[in-house]
């Protein structure tokens, strides 16, 4: 396959993610319409569903593997993405993250200590059923209490058309196949990455810190645009804090069908040490106004520019041993 093949394929899947990301952004507020929810819940219960399905690959492809600390890894990663790249880029962007009517303080709270909870359960070094077990049922807690809160809040009516059932349906249909595009054109995305990265030779560890560990994350990516230019903040929102818990599900899945296992600690200090200082200032800067502003966002991306930098320093570090 000539270098040409392989941009056309890269530029392609680009061009299927921005479009199924858009139509998914579309279905998901016509469908909070409908049953009478916020965009922030739907986007929460749905999309944080459907766009863990590379997360959800990743873990069955590592328990049958053999090696689920592959996916814990990956777990843990994606999280720190998330929190430190995707939401502070969503801030900078958008000019702010407006969290008024999206989800309470104490929910916000609850939301900001479940997504910690996997990096902390590893900081002993093993990973056993007791803990997934456990990661499951705090995510069923979350997703109670924010089905709670979003219950009593009524949308804007929707419109005739939106009221039949076959419309419903429809949406609901769009939505599936919006992640399933997402999915497959992400898919293409990331092989076309390590593809361009080992043809300029980057070594294979770099590939994974700059490049798989945000190809996973590429439709939150996506959907951050769309909802800016639809000016659908709370979608994009909720897809992020429902994307990041639902890796609790994906951990407490991992850990209950492979049993006890042990990984190095060591690998995951730094992640959990800079969370444990940036997650609480998360929480700070979204009390006050309840608002996450642009300022606050680039001191949120300052922690994934130490990560970075330190994972870097690390690889030159043992290139020169």
């Known amino acids: 396959m000539t270098i040409f093949v392989n941009l056309v394929i890269f530029f392609a899947s680009a061009a299927v993610l921005w479009f199924f990301a858009g139509s998914l952004v579309s279905a998901v507020d016509r469908l909070a319409k409908h049953l009478h929810k916020s965009g922030f819940s739907v986007a929460f219960l749905v999309l944080g569903l459907l766009t863990s399905i590379s997360e959800f690959s990743v873990a069955t492809n590592s328990i049958l593997a053999g090696a689920p600390e592959v996916s814990v890894g990956n777990l843990i990663g994606a999280t720190f993405v998330i929190m430190f790249l995707i939401i502070p880029i969503f801030a900078i962007a958008g000019n702010g993250i407006r969290l008024a009517h999206a989800i309470s303080q104490r929910n916000l709270l609850f939301a900001l200590a479940a997504i910690m909870l996997p990096a902390l359960l590893v900081m002993d070094g093993n990973v056993t059923a007791t803990e997934g077990l456990l990661s499951i049922l705090v995510y069923a807690a979350l997703f109670y209490a924010i089905r709670r809160q979003h219950t009593t809040l009524v949308t804007a009516a929707p419109e005739p058309e939106q009221r039949g059932v076959s419309t419903l349906f429809r949406d609901i249909g769009r939505i599936v196949v919006g992640a399933i595009g997402i999915f497959?054109?992400?898919?293409?995305?990331?092989?076309?990455?390590?593809?361009?990265?080992?043809?300029?030779?980057?070594?294979?560890?770099?590939?994974?810190?700059?490049?798989?560990?945000?190809?996973?994350?590429?439709?939150?990516?996506?959907?951050?645009?769309?909802?800016?230019?639809?000016?659908?903040?709370?979608?994009?929102?909720?897809?992020?804090?429902?994307?990041?818990?639902?890796?609790?599900?994906?951990?407490?899945?991992?850990?209950?069908?492979?049993?006890?296992?042990?990984?190095?600690?060591?690998?995951?200090?730094?992640?959990?040490?800079?969370?444990?200082?940036?997650?609480?200032?998360?929480?700070?800067?979204?009390?006050?106004?309840?608002?996450?502003?642009?300022?606050?966002?680039?001191?949120?991306?300052?922690?994934?520019?130490?990560?970075?930098?330190?994972?870097?320093?690390?690889?030159?570090?043992f290139a020169t041993t």
Do not use: C, W
């Open 184 to 317: 497959l054109a992400t898919h293409f995305l990331v092989e076309e990455s390590v593809y361009f990265a080992n043809l300029l030779t980057i070594p294979a560890s770099l590939i994974g810190l700059l490049i798989l560990s945000i190809g996973t994350n590429l439709p939150e990516l996506v959907i951050a645009v769309r909802s800016i230019a639809g000016k659908r903040m709370d979608i994009a929102f909720g897809d992020y804090l429902g994307s990041a818990s639902m890796n609790l599900v994906i951990f407490g899945f991992v850990a209950i069908a492979s049993g006890t296992f042990f990984l190095e600690a060591s690998e995951f200090f730094l992640t959990t040490s800079l969370m444990l200082v940036g997650v609480p200032l998360f929480y700070l800067f979204a009390r006050s106004e309840h608002k996450l502003s642009r300022m606050e966002g680039g001191v949120l991306l300052l922690f994934y520019v130490v990560f970075l930098v330190i994972q870097l320093a690390n690889l030159v570090r």
